[in-house]
């Protein structure tokens, strides 16, 4: 969909969700962010949690915050019976860099 054609939709949804709020004059942005769950071989997002391992760290996607736990459970079933010990600090890494919030690199404008 295009910005325009989303921004009018987005706008015509709230008009009807929120009538008594005018939103003539508010300012509008779309953001388009790449997904990074896996797909299946149809090309859809999985149905169940999805684990995967490279080298020695596990990756793993919910698809749904409802299949958080199942995912956990997935989790430590690969772990086999691994916790972590005192004996082994964490590695020192550097800190990570802040990133930009979609909404502060966004072009913001009204609906004509």
């Known amino acids: 969909m295009e910005t ?11 008009e009807r969700i929120f009538p008594a709020i005018s939103w003539d004059e508010k300012e509008w ?3 388009y ?9 149809k090309g859809r997002l999985p149905a169940a ?6 080298g020695c760290v596990l990756f793993g996607w919910p698809t749904k915050l409802t299949f958080v736990p199942a995912l956990s459970d997935a989790v430590l079933k690969r772990l086999g019976g691994i916790s ?3 004996k082994s600090p964490p590695p020192r890494l550097p800190p ?8 502060e690199a966004a ?3 009204t609906l004509p």
């Open 96 to 103: 990570a860099e802040l990133g930009v919030y979609p909404w």
């Open 84 to 86: 972590p010990s005192l």
């Open 4 to 14: 325009a054609a989303a921004l009018r939709f987005a706008a015509s949804e709230l």
């Open 49 to 54: 949690p999805v684990v995967h391992q490279w």
């Open 29 to 31: 942005a779309t953001w």
């Open 107 to 109: 072009s913001w404008q």
């Open 33 to 41: 962010g790449e997904r990074a769950e896996p797909l299946d071989e």
